[in-house]
């Protein structure tokens, strides 16, 4: 029930489509679904995050759309670019601790 | 403001060494985490702390051990090293409640 399932493992886009990565989670005690991105050699870093109580999130061209009933969320990167690049992980968190809960990740490539 | 700070970037021990993966924030954070991360297989806790003297084990404890005698350090520690224990380590803190993970650059272990 602690299990956050992402895919795909790995996407292939060239530059401005519109790669889309997908999660899944069980426990409906998460309250919090942010998105790390990852570059070779870095720690992930937080990109966008969204809490149940919206459909929807943006910034800028990265997009996070939840849904509740599904228990499902998944991350939208609009016009990619080549510097988008990177490993995408998924996480989840909430109810009686703060730890988060991480999928397994997606490598993207853009290609130019 | 250095953030997250993670020595050695590298390392390589053998089989029954020891060692110690240290973690610095200069954030005031209370709250920190050390993640593992292997191919294929994201990010899992082994331990994490919220606060000088509180730890606690988190999905993966087997075979390391931590302490947390100030709020801004946070040290791994390897025992008996096992080749199972090759993998990249990041440290993460985050200030009390509010989810948002910084992450170190990690520290990139290797048992042989």
């Known amino acids: 029930q602690q299990q956050v399932k992402q895919s795909p493992q790995s996407l292939i886009v060239q530059k401005g489509g519109i790669p889309i990565i997908n999660c899944a989670y069980e426990?409906?005690?998460?309250?919090?679904f942010p998105w790390y991105q990852q570059f070779p050699g870095k720690g992930p870093a937080l990109l966008i995050a969204?809490?149940?109580?919206?459909s929807e999130k943006k910034e800028g061209r990265f997009t996070i759309s939840f849904n509740k009933s599904a228990k499902q969320f998944s991350l939208h990167i609009m016009d990619s670019q080549p510097g988008d690049s990177a490993t995408y992980f998924c996480?989840?968190?909430?109810?009686?601790?703060?730890?988060?809960?991480f999928g397994t990740g997606t490598l993207l490539a853009v290609q130019p | 403001n250095a953030g997250v700070t993670q020595t050695p970037k590298f390392r390589i021990l053998k089989i029954g060494q020891s060692m110690t993966l240290q973690c610095t924030q200069d954030m005031n954070h209370n709250y920190m985490y050390w993640y593992r991360q292997d191919p294929g297989m994201g990010l899992k806790l082994i331990y994490y702390?919220?606060?000088?003297?509180?730890?606690d084990k988190g999905e993966v404890p087997n075979g390391y051990n931590v302490s947390r005698s100030t709020t801004e350090d946070f040290p791994l520690r390897l025992e008996l090293a096992a080749p199972s224990q090759t993998s990249v380590y990041f440290c993460?803190?985050?200030?009390?409640?509010?989810?948002?993970?910084?992450f170190g650059s990690g520290t990139r272990l290797t048992v042989v």
């Open positions: 969204i809490r149940p109580d919206v």
């Open positions: 993460a803190s985050e200030a009390s409640g509010d989810y948002g993970y910084t």
């Open positions: 702390s919220v606060g000088a003297g509180i730890t």
């Open positions: 996480a989840a968190g909430g109810g009686a601790t703060n730890k988060l809960i």
């Open positions: 426990n409906t005690a998460f309250d919090y």
